[in-house]
């Protein structure tokens, strides 16, 4: 180092130590990344600053990363641990190329590697973004430039406590001298390369720059789908062309978002005080995989499940802290009261009305301002089921964004479309209390302000929350696959919707919906649900709890559920003290020890949470309960009645395991079983172990209510066969609410009519109806016999009275 530069050094120091306050992404790079502590370490910054250096400095002392103005010494040479990709520009000079010195680093990195086999230095590439103001459209500036002395100075004052530190992949010089060779070409190449990698970096953390809002309603008002919906609204509603067009505009501007960066930044400091303050923390999963595909170029579609008004907040915090730009958010019109609904539209919110069916002009207007935002660039976030689940379980999704998504495809976008699932879960829902109130008849309460201020009062301890990212869906991919030919259908003005979209559209929302229940977080509260709700008297002794929860943390760490899926880490007792300081639970204590119970409200409130995580244990409950009713059968017999039942759970549950594959997971399943002494498992005869019977009796509670509404329909089906479809539910949902009552029962879903819905729907995928519509008794009376014996006496009971009394 130089005396010059040694001297500049020691003078920043201080103020930027002083003036900075950077966030580093991800949070941990050396796991992220899998960064080899052993191995050389070189970073590589896009521009040459001090500044820059200095920041970096501050934040690999705190990750355990070598100091980056620490010499490298390699076979005895001394060699700066960084490397500028291009140079800064003084006042007198603007060239930002990519200098020799980084090419001449480069090419002697790579020659090292000739004499040394044992060598690989590990080149991590490092940005330092100061502030991610997008910018404006009419600005004619590179995305990414480099700032001279007075510049850089503006951006520490302005925007030092907006600082974020960037760790990319790092990159292998090994590989690259084996593969590449190491001659000056391919230092020039990875340099080049660097440079590209830093300016798609900056896009991914800032996102397109923004147009101004006047310019983009009266950009969209010229395009040719909605100047043909106006006038189509002229002829058919009889108006003149000027108010068809205030009526457009008016649309317009009702749905438009008005995004702000300045106020995203100034949110984050408030979300950040109220996450502190209601939760102990943010568990975020898989979000490596979701920066590579900002980083790449992809056109991002986020699609969460909706449990919770926090959910959109949650997302975009969790997103901005990872690096990435929050995205437009699709909100129900519903939220734009005032003063909400003026902020969520600055923080990216544009606003869509529940149902827009037969209303041309609107559905057309809000096609193409979707459109505009994909081709702009910008990612996009959309709740596909339609609203907040009221019962905890994931609802069937509604198809409408889907199909504007891939109408939007076939308008002929330059970039890849990607849907990113998105598993968001809550120790404590915030309107769980209220969703309850709904279910019992309740009307719902409309949003406003006066509601938000009792909501705000209400804030206090919510235990964890979890933001899981489940595996993307490339859309361009999946039409290649589904609709080989789909491009000859590209219509770049819009009107296309080819006969195929309905049921691609159909088998893609299977699909995320399955992702996102593939990224579920079991957490202490969900699993204390699942087990205490099992229990007839909804109470247990707490060492018996604590034997169930690792009954369950067993099942799912040892036969894992899905890649994306979470468990945590402590122990069964550890998850039980925490779920119990949350104050969800009754604990009462005699001679012997003490005893967790709920009580009835609570009961009913703890099935919410329960249902986050019930299809985690779906067919392990299922195979519990079918060896607990016949305490003893062959391995042929027991796949038999699985694969009888499985489809049914599947297509409620969005269940992952493919039927085909069913058989390899349900042995995966026996054999922890087996080894958690719960079973006994061998000459292919699958019996109980009477020793345990309490941990596998409670383990297969967890579906009986799942199959004691199939056994009322089909009871119902196989009494009289000639009962119309809506009769059918109908009748179901009447016997389902008398068996709750009679048995306490108080899962709000237990009679939900939609679940009877999807039930009939099963039915006729799985061939119970024949070619005329009308139901196979023979086969539905062998289904009907099995999920019988899988039920307890009296509930078999109460089904035939009650089915005898409906007759």
Known sequence: MSVRQSVSRSLLTIPVSALTKSTVVPADPIADHHIDLEKPIVYALPFQSTVDLLTLKQQTEKLGLPDPFQPLEIDGKKLTRYIFIASRPTLIRSDDDVPYGSVTQFTELLALHQGNPELDIQLLPTSVLWGRKPGKENQTKAYLEPMNGPQKAKAVLLSGRDCLVRFSPVVSLRYMADSHGTDAAIAHKVARVARIHFSRQKLAASGPQLPEREVLLQRLMQSQAIRHAINDEVKTKNISQKKAQKEALKILDEIAANFSYSLVRKSDRLLKWLWNRIYQGINVHNAARVRRLAQDGHEIVYVPCHR????????????????????????????????????????????????????????????????????????????????????????PAKTGMLAMTIQAMLRGLNRPVTLVPVYIGYEHVMEVSTYAKELRGKQKEKENASLVIRTIRKLKNFGQGYVNFGEPILLNQFLNEEVPDWTKDIDRVGNSRPQWITLLVNQLATKMMTRINDAAAANAMTLCATALLASRQRALARENLIKQIDCYLNLLRNVPYSETMTVPADSAESLVHHATSLDKFLIESDSIGEIISL??????????????????????????????????????????????IYPFIQQELFLSYQPEALNEHIEAYLRELQRQELIQYEDDTVSINPARTQVLILLGRTISETLQRYAITL???????????????????????????????????????????????????????????????????????LIFTLLYPEIRLTIRESTYLID
């Open 308 to 395: 919770s008004h926090m959910d959109y907040l949650l997302l975009s915090y969790v997103l901005y802290h990872e690096g990435m730009v929050p995205p437009h958010i699709a909100a129900g019109l519903n939220l734009n009261f005032f003063p909400a609904g003026p902020l969520f539209r600055r923080g990216g919110a544009f606003f869509i009305r529940r149902s827009f069916k037969g209303n041309k002009l609107y559905s057309t207007i809000f096609r193409e301002y979707l459109a505009d935002l994909f081709a702009k660039g910008y990612s996009v976030e959309y709740f596909s089921e339609g609203g907040r689940s009221r019962t905890g379980r994931l609802l």
């Open 599 to 644: 009580d009835r409200h609570q009961s009913i409130l703890m099935t919410y949470y329960r249902n986050n995580i019930i299809h985690l244990l779906a067919l392990p409950s299922l195979i519990a309960q079918i060896l607990v009713s016949h305490q003893s059968l062959s391995l042929d017999t027991l796949r038999h009645y699985v694969a009888l």
């Open 715 to 785: 009871n119902l089906l196989v009494s009289t066969p000639d009962m119309g479809k809506s009769e059918l539910e109908k009748n179901s949902q009447e016997i389902a609410r008398r068996l709750g009552r009679l048995h306490g029962i108080n899962a709000p879903e237990f009679f939900d009519k939609g679940v009877f819905t999807a039930l009939m729907t099963t039915l006729k995928q799985q061939d119970y109806l024949n070619h005329d519509q009308q139901f196979c008794t023979e086969k539905c009376q062998q289904l009907s016999e």
